[in-house]
């Protein structure tokens, strides 16, 4: 036990995607950053310290954690277990069981399971995770959104600039990027360019990423691949809109977006969000008001044009994306780091 902490205040996480550094897991360190700012002692299973890539990647410091191969859970008061579509068992006084997606399918209503999830807590990072996994499991998780220091993403001097951060994989979402490039291209916006930033991690390669850029060859579009926390917050400060069609798919919608941290890191700084009428947007974005919800990539190319050009009603260029800049930071607020913090704390 670090010195200077006391005693019986032990918590074990789990998370097994740390590797791709991605939603999840900055939702489990920021849980981790609350519970060692709570006096916790903290023990993360992974084999060996990714601190410094944390705080590269989120901003966020838990430096103060431990690293172990395994945890032996009647050694914990708390257990906090980033579920794959399994449940553990634990033995600690206090098991919080996160959901990240939306499982379906995968035998949740097992005795086994069952046994197990009359001892643990629930939480579903959105509404649209929390109805699937509810149905899975027979539970009723607690919803408890992605934390966002809306503090620390503030607008700067905008620039005609439309960008996307998202990782370059489609592991556990169809993220899109090829059909930003193509309605990208086909706009040939005069002025403008389109920057695709993110993570490589798991579920994505070298190859992966050439193709994109093959495809966007002869237009002004531009890539920062594994983007520091820095760089992500000047994206969000300079740019005018955020663009995503994540979960888009011409034939449907598969692998949709389960919440979509960045588009409310980019409505902090006032860009304009256009995504994609899927999945956990719809609970970010009020359509028309502060942003915009599309469901095919003529309605993404057509409210673009509206937003980018001066094809709006005299006395209005320029108007309208104000007006939604605006209300974009006003909405981005009610998803802020202390929400997240509140119902946590009442939760341990």
């Not at 032990?10 to 489990?28: F, Q």
């Not at 499991?137 to 408890?144: C, D, G, L, Q, T």
């Not at 692998?255 to 409310?264: A, K, L, N, S, Y």
Request: net charge positive.
């Amino acid at each position: 036990m670090k010195k200077g902490l006391p005693a019986g205040r032990r918590a074990g996480i789990h998370n097994p995607y740390w590797d791709s550094l991605g939603g999840g897991e900055r939702y489990t360190a920021s849980f981790v950053k609350l519970l060692l700012d709570e006096g916790w002692q903290v023990d993360i299973t992974w084999p060996k310290n990714i601190s410094s890539q944390i705080l590269d990647r989120f901003g966020i410091d838990i430096s103060l954690a431990n690293y172990v191969p395994q945890l032996t859970t009647h050694n914990y008061q708390l257990i906090f277990w980033l579920s794959d579509g399994s449940l553990p068992t634990s033995f600690a006084r206090n098991t919080i069981v996160h959901f990240q997606m939306p499982f379906k399918d995968i035998g949740g209503r097992s005795t086994l399971n069952f046994i197990k999830s009359r001892f643990y807590k629930f939480v579903s990072n959105s509404e649209f995770t929390k109805k699937t996994v509810d149905k899975e499991f027979n539970i009723n998780s607690s919803v408890i959104y992605p934390p966002i220091d809306t503090s620390k993403f503030t607008a700067g001097k905008k620039e005609n600039l439309i960008f996307y951060i998202g990782r370059f994989s489609n592991l556990t979402q169809r993220k899109g990027h090829d059909q930003l490039i193509k309605s990208f291209k086909k706009l040939k916006l005069k002025g403008w360019k389109l920057i695709l930033a993110g993570g490589m991690g798991v579920g994505s390669t070298e190859k992966d990423i050439q193709h994109l850029k093959k495809l966007s060859d002869g237009s002004n579009i531009e890539f920062v691949i594994n983007p520091s926390f820095s760089q992500i917050q000047n994206l969000c400060a300079i740019g005018k809109i955020f663009w995503s069609a994540s979960g888009y798919s011409a034939d449907k919608a598969i692998q949709t977006e389960h919440f979509g941290i960045t588009v409310v890191e980019a409505m902090s700084a006032g860009a304009v969000p256009i995504i994609t009428n899927l999945g956990g947007h719809k609970e970010i974005v009020d359509d028309k008001t502060n942003g915009y919800l599309w469901n095919s990539p003529e309605e993404l190319e057509k409210i673009t044009i509206e937003l980018t050009t001066d094809n709006l009603p005299a006395g209005r260029q320029g108007q309208q994306l104000t007006t939604i800049s605006s209300a974009a930071i006003t909405k981005s607020k009610i998803f802020d780091i202390s929400e997240f913090n509140r119902r946590f704390l009442m939760l341990i």
